[in-house]
């Protein structure tokens, strides 16, 4: 299992950037993609997740409305457009894999086994 972030960037407040996790070694419909992000100073925090097979989507509350992820399985990835960037939503993101077996809050990124290497978002006021 493997997967790759990318997409990351430097972008003014209220600009957008579109980030991909591309996965391999494994299929996309039996796993929870979830993407995380880590602060300087900060603990690593949920921000969206979709699961295979139902698609379920779930959003923290501080990007809800502003980012939208979404998946192709043909391609193996999961995206997620984040729009309305604020300074505070500048981290590194990170793309996670965890099987759906099993009960776990899709955002508590202890409960993921899989990670790829982050992108950096750094937005500007």
């Known amino acids: 299992v493997q997967l790759q972030a990318s997409g990351g960037g430097l972008v003014q407040s209220g600009g957008s950037l579109r980030l991909s996790c591309v996965a391999s070694?494994?299929?996309?419909?039996?796993?929870?993609i979830g993407w995380f992000r880590q602060a300087p100073g900060k603990e690593r925090e949920g921000v969206s997740c979709i699961k295979g097979h139902d698609g379920n989507i779930y959003y923290a509350d501080t990007v809800k409305g502003r980012f939208t992820i979404s998946r192709d399985n043909a391609k193996k990835t999961v995206v997620l457009q984040m729009n309305s960037l604020k300074p505070e939503d500048t981290a590194v993101y990170y793309c996670a894999a965890v099987s759906l077996i099993g009960d776990y809050d899709p955002l508590d990124w202890v409960a993921y086994t899989h990670w790829g290497r982050g992108t950096l978002v750094t937005v500007s006021s």
């Open positions: 070694g494994f299929t996309l419909d039996y796993y929870a």
